[in-house]
């Protein structure tokens, strides 16, 4: 009984054994299972670095200009720092604040309103979007086919030198499931490494009393879909989940993001409302509309921060910022 | 190409003795009175055959895009497959099945570069037709898709087949059109109350010849 149990547990690593290095499955071990099925797409070297090409070529847009890294800069959590909106080609614009790239293999959707089910099947909307990169997948299908140095790639990762939707999609999930945050100045805390300070500690019980019942530790969000009560902006009009699912209860409700690496991902919220992190604390703080019938019955409590609190959990927040993650070359422009 | 028709046929074909292979064959019957069809497109999947309560023929991994432009999609055929007993039904789905919906990226006739796929409300178009009311002049463009409840929009459909030689099972497309008010509704490109609406009066319109 116990070597068939090795046997599986065995079988199970194989898996994912190129996904994540030694150090970072060990500060992993006690986090929840990822989602991601790597069963299925088996992360390898050859796998992550083509992904990875693919991330920063700009030669996927329509008219060559603009890569995945445009929108989804590694050195501020894989976001658009300092856009409101995301911006394509020839200068467009779209609806919402470009999201974070950040422990991807455990979200079981993606996008402000959820509307992609699966990670593989993201990279669709970017390639494809009209105010992104506004090409088609058989066009980048194309490129990829008539590239030597890409065929030579898709071969050593995925042994045929043609490349399929399948596999070029697959190779954005290699590298973008490798993107995990887990080195934080929290992580490291809970794990004993380092000590917070009185502020820090105290950011903390904030954040346990009023926070983290939606941004839940260790992954800082929740693959669920809520109303913060944000006024809805009239030049958008973005209806959130509605969007999606058509059902009137979701208006209004949006992903519970990460807080990872928050103190880098500036601005705040799905449309990029807010450009400082205690405009955000502040929000929640002191100006939440409690009659808003839409707002989230977890916000439907006064919070009572003090101003003190207010910097405290700010500072606690900082503790989520991981410099192995935004400095780590491997996740970087390929050389 | 654009291509005008009043219905489509399509047919099952299978010899429950010696020649041990089925054939699905889809046929179009094109007249140019009513409509102009710029794209017919659907898949049908989940095949399977009975007999005596029994299920005979069941498809592994069964999706089929069939396509008005596309002459060798209307013919399905399964070469090795062998009856010992009378069959007296089919069944399959009219568009895919949730799993197909939530299984990432798909191969053969799911590639979403087919054009039936989604990409910012994950999921597969089930059915589309593209066209022109000529009486009117007006467009219009049917997207039906959604598999998720209570905005799913694929049916499932059963026949009974009372031949051992060919089913044949119609489509009729004009009269799928005729019922829908394209004053009201010329287009539908989202999961939602109305795919659902047109779903289900859809499924109405396949008959056994």
Redesign the interface.
């Known amino acids: 009984m116990l070597i068939a149990l090795v046997g599986i547990s065995a079988i199970l690593v194989s898996f994912n054994e190129g996904w994540i290095d030694d150090d970072q499955r060990s500060q992993i071990a006690d986090w929840p299972e990822p989602i991601y099925d790597f069963e299925k797409n088996p992360i390898t070297e050859e796998g992550f670095q083509l992904g990875r090409k693919l991330f920063y070529d700009p030669e996927l847009s329509r008219d060559n200009t603009i890569s995945c890294a445009n929108c989804h800069l590694q050195y501020t959590g894989f976001t658009h720092v300092d856009h409101a909106v995301s911006h394509g080609i020839e200068g467009r614009k779209g609806t919402r604040n470009s999201p974070v790239l950040i422990n991807l293999a455990w979200n079981s959707s993606f996008h402000w309103d959820g509307g992609v089910n699966h990670l593989d099947v993201q990279a669709l909307n970017p390639i494809e979007h009209f105010a992104e990169m506004d090409n088609t997948l058989k066009n980048v299908l194309d490129y990829v086919n008539s590239s030597k140095q890409y065929r030579g790639e898709f071969f050593n990762a995925f042994g045929d030198s043609v490349a399929s939707s399948k596999t070029l999609l697959q190779a954005f999930s290699q590298f973008t499931t490798s993107l995990v945050s887990s080195n934080s100045k929290y992580d490291q805390f809970t794990r004993g490494e380092v000590e917070f300070t009185a502020q820090e500690k105290n950011g903390l019980k904030l954040f346990d009393q009023h926070c983290n019942s939606c941004h839940i530790a260790p992954l800082f969000n929740s693959n669920d879909f809520a109303s913060n009560g944000l006024s809805i902006d009239p030049t958008l009009n973005d209806l959130g989940r509605y969007g999606i699912t058509k059902v009137g209860t979701d208006s209004l409700k949006f992903r519970i993001p990460t807080l990872r690496n928050i103190e880098h991902t500036y601005p705040y919220m799905h449309d990029g409302r807010y450009r400082k992190l205690r405009e955000v604390v502040k929000y929640y703080a002191d100006e939440l509309d409690q009659i808003n019938p839409y707002l989230s019955e977890k916000l439907k409590a006064d919070m009572h921060l003090t101003e003190t609190d207010q910097k405290d959990l700010i500072a606690f927040l900082c503790t989520l910022t991981d410099r192995t993650f935004l400095y780590n070359r491997r996740f970087g422009f390929p050389n | 190409m654009i291509r005008s028709l009043l219905c489509l046929l399509f047919l099952v074909a299978y010899s429950s003795n010696a020649q041990d292979r089925i054939e699905i064959q889809f046929d179009s019957h094109q007249f140019a009175e009513m409509y102009e069809i710029e794209t017919l497109r659907f898949y049908i999947s989940n095949i399977e055959l009975h007999g005596k309560n029994e299920t005979h023929f069941k498809e592994e991994n069964s999706y089929h895009l069939v396509d008005l432009e596309e002459p060798e999609s209307w013919v399905i055929r399964y070469p090795n497959a062998k009856f010992n007993v009378q069959l007296d039904s089919i069944s399959f789905l009219i568009g895919t099945d949730s799993l197909a919906?939530?299984?990432?990226?798909?191969?053969g006739d799911l590639?979403?570069?087919k054009g039936m796929?989604w990409?910012?409300?994950?999921?597969y178009i089930n059915f589309k037709v593209e066209g022109k009311k000529r009486d009117s002049n007006t467009h219009f463009e049917y997207h039906l898709g959604g598999y998720?409840p209570p905005?799913a929009t694929s049916r499932k459909l059963t026949f009974p087949i009372n031949t051992d030689e060919v089913i044949l099972i119609k489509l009729n497309l004009s009269q799928f059109l005729d019922q829908i008010d394209m004053q009201l509704l010329n287009e539908v490109m989202?999961?939602?109350?109305d795919a659902v609406q047109l779903s289900n009066q859809l499924s109405n319109y396949f008959s056994i010849e």
């Open positions: 919906n939530v299984s990432g990226i798909l191969e590639d979403p570069i796929y990409a910012w409300n994950s999921g998720l905005h989202i999961p939602g109350a």
